[in-house]
């Protein structure tokens, strides 16, 4: 990692060979909190960077590939969700685009580590601008512990926008917690998860595909988008859907949304669906 008198922060990936790096001005903030370490910098083209334990998160510049579509591939499959829950996300991000939807009449975000979303409304208020809505509920916990504790078939969406599948994100990564969460869905629910990079973590992406059906998702399908933050600039969402497929999804409405987006559309949404020969050989479809 270089430092910032050198004006660049690097993350070297090393499983991939490949490095990702912003020039930067100043780091404003690091702190280790009682679940990672947290840093904020200053970047000369990207706006503001966070990066938990060495790995980026987001920009200011480009977080609106990841956050609309970790919401509304999902929200607009749905025929109308009304209760949505999220695990991870203290950036908010995703809380602003899934709350976008008149429908949702509540969404619970659930991080472990409030000191994300502090820092995110001082440094990065634009994503934390619907925190304040009525329909939202943020609570600091365990997420794992959150879904094996909710009640049957109460909840329409479930997103987990976590970290990689390491230290705190590990247990969201396996059958047992989506175990948890397929019980909380109602018929046609829909799961919704990062899965890393198709070029770097294709294993990962398969291993987590293989553990949904194994808890009883019928349909899974992986969406691609660009994400220059991340390793490789390429990364993913999987979706499952229980006792319902993901093949089609409310074009009509998707088309005719009140609400602006810089990334989503619905022949976004429609080509998002669509997968590489390579992806496709290795995921069997």
């Known amino acids: 990692m270089s430092?910032?008198?050198?004006?660049?922060?690097?993350?070297?990936?090393?499983?991939?060979?490949?490095s990702i790096g912003f020039r930067v001005r100043?780091?404003?903030?690091?702190?280790?909190?009682?679940?990672q370490h947290i840093e904020i910098y200053d970047s000369t083209d990207?706006?503001?960077?966070?990066?938990?334990?060495?790995?980026?998160?987001?920009?200011?510049?480009?977080?609106?590939?990841?956050?609309?579509?970790m919401a509304h591939p999902a929200?607009?499959?749905?025929?109308?969700?009304?209760?949505?829950?999220?695990?991870?996300?203290?950036?908010?991000?995703?809380?602003?685009?899934?709350?976008?939807?008149?429908?949702?009449?509540?969404?619970v975000q659930v991080d472990i580590d409030?000191?994300?979303?502090r820092l995110?409304?001082?440094?990065?208020?634009?994503?934390?601008?619907?925190?304040?809505?009525?329909?939202?509920?943020?609570?600091?916990?365990?997420?794992?512990?959150?879904?094996?504790?909710?009640?049957?078939?109460?909840?329409?969406?479930?997103?987990?926008?976590?970290?990689?599948?390491?230290?705190?994100?590990?247990?969201l990564f396996n059958a047992a917690f989506y175990s948890s969460c397929f019980k909380a869905l109602r018929p046609g629910g829909i799961f919704v998860q990062q899965s890393e990079s198709p070029l770097a973590h294709i294993?990962?992406?398969?291993?987590?595909r293989s553990a949904l059906r194994v808890a009883g998702f019928q349909a899974v399908r992986t969406l691609t988008f660009p994400q220059p933050c991340y390793p490789t600039g390429w990364w993913s969402a999987t979706l499952a859907r229980k006792g319902a497929d993901l093949?089609?999804?409310r074009e009509r409405g998707a088309q005719t949304k009140q609400f602006a987006t810089r990334y989503y559309n619905a022949e976004i949404h429609k080509a998002a669906l669509s997968l590489p020969e390579f992806v496709r050989e290795e995921l069997g479809e």
């Not at 910032?4 to 991939?16: C, K, L, N």
């Not at 025929?79 to 429908?103: M, P, W, Y």
């Not at 294993?203 to 987590?208: E, N, V």
Request: hydrophobic share 35%.
């Open 247 to 249: 093949s089609g999804f």
């Open 75 to 107: 929200l607009f499959t749905h025929s109308r969700a009304k209760r949505v829950v999220i695990i991870g996300g203290g950036d908010c991000g995703t809380l602003r685009e899934v709350l976008r939807h008149d429908e949702v009449e509540q969404v």
């Open 3 to 18: 430092t910032p008198e050198q004006s660049w922060f690097t993350e070297e990936h090393e499983s991939s060979g490949s």
């Open 120 to 171: 995110a409304e001082k440094y990065f208020p634009e994503l934390c601008e619907s925190n304040g809505d009525p329909r939202a509920e943020l609570r600091f916990d365990d997420g794992i512990r959150y879904m094996a504790d909710c009640d049957p078939e109460s909840v329409d969406i479930v997103i987990v926008d976590s970290t990689d599948p390491v230290g705190p994100a590990e247990g």
């Open 26 to 35: 100043e780091r404003l903030h690091a702190e280790q909190t009682p679940f």
């Open 203 to 208: 294993t990962l992406i398969k291993q987590m």
């Open 114 to 117: 409030e000191r994300v979303t």
């Open 46 to 69: 990207w706006g503001k960077l966070m990066v938990i334990d060495g790995c980026m998160m987001l920009t200011t510049r480009d977080n609106f590939f990841y956050h609309e579509m």
